[in-house]
């Protein structure tokens, strides 16, 4: 279980209600600056409301919450937060 | 930031470099900080709506007097930063360092504070003075969050004033602040963001680079910031401007350090997070708001797309209950009663002034004008729901079947606009940040049924099919959206290859609804559609008017006659004979004058009711096609106009209109021949 709660994946993976913290963004710089001016920046805490396993997803970022497409959410690499 | 940019910025800051003579404010915010509500507390009507020059970006501006002195003030389109990732940020960030306005203020959020800061770290590095008003103070409270306004102004080193828009609170206060600065009565000491660490070196060697090939009003510092976050525009304009070797150092640098643009962001976010960390007290989480119970519901996949169902069929239910009786007035009691004036007053006129005035304008323009409380009633209606905030949340659900035609959510939006009326949605497709999304966007708006159309499918459905008329307008409807995806679904695959376009959006909190946002609404875009009406439409109904009395006054033997004898055999093909031919031309007028049009050909058999001699005339197949050609047929004069001013290019127009004509003749031959094999 250890293991599995300290692994990096993308956005998507994780469930609503569970945290995880950003470590990474790949993509365009026209996506990365989009993301960022949102708050999407490595070290950042997010907190995924909704996330049915498909269709756009809901995260809170920064007391901001923020829809994302999946292909947007693939691209947001984060370390799930195992404690 | 290099401690000399710090100085020279607290220099510019401290001592305006252009003092307008008219002083000059610029509102700055992002989306959803209640900007437009303080912009409208400020100006009231005294705003004028436009565009920015040259571009596709609606610009306000407006007046007020502060000290009986006039100030003008003009609202930035709201962004979340102002790196050239829209045409909204490049607007903004040029409009305050061309215009260098008296003073810039930065509208926040204090429920929002950390990530409203980011806008506001850009902001103070730019050399206009900086006030920031601190909004929605009333939410961050009733959420637990405390802001310690003196410490946070002190932190930014500008002048903090805490507010609640909606109420009108501490508008005085911000009135008073900028009157100081103008009157350089407050000298600000802004407190710069700086760039992370591992990246001060790169910022110094691009700035030493570029220094002395910045053209003004760019600061060089600023400019070298740009090009580490990777801004397109600015990329663009020094590869131009540096000579070939420079550009090469500099473009070495940028490729050692590729993750600056995260490095620029970080940097900013760590500034935000200690005047955060400085000023506000936080209460313990866990706590669930309400915005967080009501988008279990309203989010949902499923129960979201129940929940929007009815939210659209209440939408609908008091739009055409409280609005077709008073259209239904207008029509008989105003514009029958004007032309009745007209009649009487123009009773020695010549015959061609009165069948002007009373067939060509009152018959044309006041036809489309009743439509008016329609449609209000229909702004107020989307207008109230955009302000609490739902329609984030209707986008949301929808963003799953918009894909279907390789849109997202967002398209969503101006599309459900297009129901009251297609001008405004073709404009509302603004929204959408991604070019081709909305371009496609403004392809299918046409397909939209808007409240025009209905009311000749109202009109035309219950003379035909008397208690069947309801179920047969719904038909339509689902007809015109069918198409709308087919089409939709074909030219993405066809001409954008596709292609999917980013889905980001913020999810704003829940609020109550400030009724004076909505109330400037509805009243801008009825007044946009009364010149409409005033102009293209009135330029049209002359036009008409003039082909059909030409050339011996009477419709029959007329040009507009002739016209609809000439392309009867298309017309035939989908069961409609010159008539409805005609009647189907004229709706390019406007999209109801299909019905008076009927009424002026057949005006000569007096005392049977129009809806007698239709279903006298015709059979029910060809009311089917005719119905079916009409909610498809090219779109009306003024929706051409705006879907020209909104893609800057005749190609798309035409092929807009040479689509929605294949598809209509295509549909309405088919409903025609499907409906004589089943004898309907």
Redesign the interface.
């Known amino acids: 279980m250890e293991a599995e709660n300290n692994v990096v994946c993308p956005l998507i993976q994780i469930k609503p209600g569970e945290r995880a913290r950003m470590v990474g963004l790949r993509g365009g710089k026209w996506l990365v600056g989009r993301l960022t001016s949102l708050g999407f920046t490595p070290g950042v805490e997010l907190t995924m409301v909704q996330n049915f396993g498909r269709g756009p997803l809901i995260v809170s970022v920064r007391d901001t919450r923020v829809a994302l497409g999946r292909g947007e959410a693939a691209h947001i690499i984060v370390q799930r937060n195992g404690a | 930031m290099t401690e000399s940019a710090l100085n020279s910025l607290t220099d510019s800051a401290a001592h305006p470099l252009a003092r307008h003579e008219t002083p000059l404010i610029a509102l700055a915010g992002q989306p959803n900080m209640g900007k437009s509500t303080l912009f409208n507390l400020l100006t009231g009507l005294n705003q004028h709506v436009g565009n920015w020059p040259g571009k596709t970006v609606e610009r306000r501006e407006g007046t007020f007097s502060l000290d009986s002195t006039p100030v003008r003030i003009v609202d930035l389109p709201g962004t ?2 102002l ?1 050239a ?1 829209s045409p909204e940020e490049v607007i903004a960030r040029e409009f305050i360092l061309r215009e260098q306005p008296d003073v810039v203020v930065a509208v926040v959020s204090a ?5 409203s800061l ?1 806008l506001v770290a850009e902001l103070i590095s730019l050399p206009s003075p900086l006030v920031v008003a601190l909004n929605m103070v009333d939410v961050a409270e009733h959420e637990g969050l405390h802001v310690d306004v003196d410490i946070l102004q002190t932190a930014l080193g500008v002048p903090v004033v805490p507010m609640v828009a909606t109420r009108a609170q501490g508008v005085r206060e911000l009135l008073e602040v900028i009157r100081q600065v103008l009157n350089g009565e407050r000298v600000l000491m802004p407190r710069v963001p700086e760039i992370r660490s591992d990246h001060r070196q790169a910022l110094q060697d691009i700035s030493r680079l570029i220094s002395g090939h910045v053209p003004p009003p760019y600061p060089t510092e600023w400019v070298a910031l740009k090009l580490l ?2 801004d ?1 525009e600015l990329t663009k304009m020094m590869q131009e401007i540096l000579p070939a070797e420079k550009w090469q150092a500099v473009h070495q640098v940028l490729l050692n350090h590729d993750d600056a ?2 490095a620029v ?2 940097g900013r ?1 760590e500034w935000v997070g200690r005047m955060i960390r400085a000023a506000v007290a936080r209460p313990p989480i866990g706590q669930i708001s309400v ?2 119970r009501l ?1 279990r519901w309203a ?3 499923l129960w979201g797309l129940i929940f929007l169902g009815l939210v659209l069929g209440a939408v609908f239910w008091v739009t055409f209950t409280v609005g077709s009786p008073i259209q239904n007035w207008l029509e008989t009691y105003l514009i029958g009663g004007l032309i009745s004036w007209a009649d009487v007053l123009l009773r020695n006129a010549p015959f061609w002034v009165h069948s002007l005035v009373v067939d060509g304008i009152l018959g044309g323009v006041g036809s489309v004008l009743t439509f008016l409380p329609i449609l209000a009633i229909f702004f107020a209606v989307f207008g109230l729901l955009e302000d609490i905030g739902y329609m ?1 949340r209707a ?2 659900v929808m ?2 079947f918009m894909h279907l035609m390789g849109l ?2 967002k398209s969503f939006l101006p599309l459900f606009l297009g129901f009251g009326c297609n001008v405004p949605a073709v404009i509302g497709s603004r929204v959408i ?1 991604s070019e081709q999304a909305r371009l496609l966007t403004i392809l299918v708006t046409p397909f939209m049924p808007c409240t025009a159309r209905m009311a000749v499918v109202a009109f035309i459905a219950a003379a035909f099919f008397g208690p069947y008329a309801t179920l047969v307008s719904w038909g339509f409807v689902l007809l015109s959206l069918l198409m709308l995806v087919l089409v939709g679904t074909l030219l993405n695959r066809v001409i954008f290859k596709g292609q ?1 376009s ?6 704003p909190l829940y609020h109550l609804p400030n009724w004076r946002t909505i109330g400037l609404l509805v009243w801008q875009r009825s007044l946009a559609f009364i010149q409409k009406a005033g102009t293209t439409i009135l330029f049209l109904s002359v036009i008409i008017w003039v082909l059909s009395v030409l050339p011996n006054g009477d419709l029959n033997s007329s040009i507009l006659a002739r016209i609809g004898h000439w392309v009867e055999p298309i017309g035939r093909m989908m069961g409609l004979d010159w008539r409805l031919t005609v009647a189907l031309l004229t709706s390019f007028m406007a999209k109801e004058n299909a019905i008076a049009t009927l009424g002026v050909v057949f005006g000569n058999s007096q005392g049977v009711g129009l809806a007698q001699i239709l279903t006298s005339t015709f059979s029910h197949a060809s009311a089917l096609a005719f119905l079916s050609a009409t909610m498809l047929f090219i779109p009306c004069a003024a929706t051409m106009a705006v879907i020209h001013q909104e893609t800057g290019s005749w190609r798309w127009t035409v092929l807009n209109i040479l689509l929605m004509l294949v598809v209509s003749f295509a549909v309405s031959s088919a409903v025609y021949w499907i409906a004589v094999a089943l004898r309907v």
């Open positions: 979340y930063s790196t990732n429920a929002n504070l950390e990530r980011y976050e990777g397109s643009q995260m962001a970080s976010y915005t967080e988008d989010a949902h996949p984030a986008a949301y963003d799953n997202h959510g940040d999917r980013a889905f980001i959006m913020e999810m």
